[in-house]
């Protein structure tokens, strides 16, 4: 039989937490209760986090979902002047977004108009692309090029003289 355990000798600690009122007797400590008492003997609170702005909204001008923000930024750089008073002429280049090049095909003919004819305004995707599309058009107007619809491998488009089409453009618009 085990010995009886004394209860009268000790002292109790005034701040003790793990002792209770029950005859000076430890209690078990578990990591939820360690954790409650660190967050009552801290005197800061956690940061909380920012609350959401509606995001709905920015993801729409973002994408360009919002109804209007595309005819307003496309009709903009319809309308840019230049210093002479003279509109100056915008291309649009519609690409595909399926393969990379599609688009190093565009930055191409991008690049080669922008250095062939001064204060010209080359517009990329100002839309969703269609799949499988490479165009080449003028901004309310005629098409340069255009190639819809293709299937992998993209031989339509990778049988095209990238210089050439740029200089045929570049001869079209002036």
């Given amino acids: ?12 600690a005034v701040n003790d937490s793990r002792s209770s009122g029950n005859g000076g007797m430890v209690t078990r400590s578990t990591r939820s209760a360690s954790t409650r008492q660190r967050v009552d003997e801290s005197d800061e609170l956690p940061k909380s986090k920012k609350p959401k702005s509606s995001t709905t909204s920015t993801k729409a001008k973002v994408k360009g979902k919002e109804p209007g923000t595309i005819a307003t930024a496309t009709a903009a750089a319809a309308d840019v002047v230049a210093a002479d008073g003279e509109k100056t002429k915008t291309v649009v280049i519609e690409h595909c977004k399926q393969c990379n090049s599609f688009k190093t095909r565009a930055v191409q003919v991008k690049n ?48 095209l003289d990238m210089d050439e089409v740029i200089a045929d453009v570049i001869e079209k618009i002036k």
Avoid: W
């Fill in 1 to 12: 039989m085990a010995p009886k355990k004394k209860v009268a000798a000790q002292p109790k």
């Fill in 112 to 159: 080669g108009l922008e250095s062939g004819l001064p204060g010209i305004t080359v517009l990329v995707n100002p839309e969703k692309p269609r799949r499988g599309c490479f165009e080449i058009r003028e901004e309310g107007g005629g098409k340069f090029i255009s190639l819809l619809d293709m299937k992998r491998p993209f031989t339509p488009m990778k049988a």
